[in-house]
């Protein structure tokens, strides 16, 4: 099993930056793929970012350019760092993990099997 946790979610003025965190335990290895998902009532989990073994990021194109998906492998921690944010980013965020995704599904939520519980985000004019 593996725990997820995320924090630093809040409240941020549009243009302004937040980062997110995600602390990973449990039977948890360097092997697994994580990813940064997001989600608003009433609408699919959206794929935001996400990052393989090797340290490879991949982002939506609804991101891509103001956010960086990174990882401390040491600290078994993940990251997203949210810059230039929109009021179009408001949702609940989620971190994901699993040891079996590949390269092609990496923003797919359904190849994933570890989630965490969410932390929220609201993007303020």
């Known amino acids: 099993q593996v725990q997820l946790v995320e924090s630093g979610g809040g409240s941020v003025e549009v243009g302004g930056s937040l980062r997110l965190s995600c602390a990973i335990s449990g039977n948890f290895h360097s092997g697994y793929f994580l990813g940064w998902f997001r989600e608003i009532p009433g609408k699919e989990r959206e794929g935001v970012a996400a990052?393989?073994?090797?340290?490879?990021?991949t982002y939506s194109d609804s991101v891509k350019g103001r956010f960086t998906i990174s990882k401390d492998n040491a600290q078994n921690t993940l990251y997203l760092q949210m810059n230039s944010v929109k009021p179009e980013d408001t949702a609940r965020y989620y971190c994901?993990?699993?040891?079996?995704?590949?390269?092609?599904?990496?923003?797919?939520?359904?190849?994933?099997?570890?989630w965490g519980q969410g932390t929220q985000v609201t993007v303020s004019s």
């Open positions: 994901a993990a699993d040891p079996s995704t590949t390269s092609d599904y990496v923003l797919w939520p359904t190849a994933y099997g570890y």
């Open positions: 990052i393989d073994t090797e340290g490879r990021a």
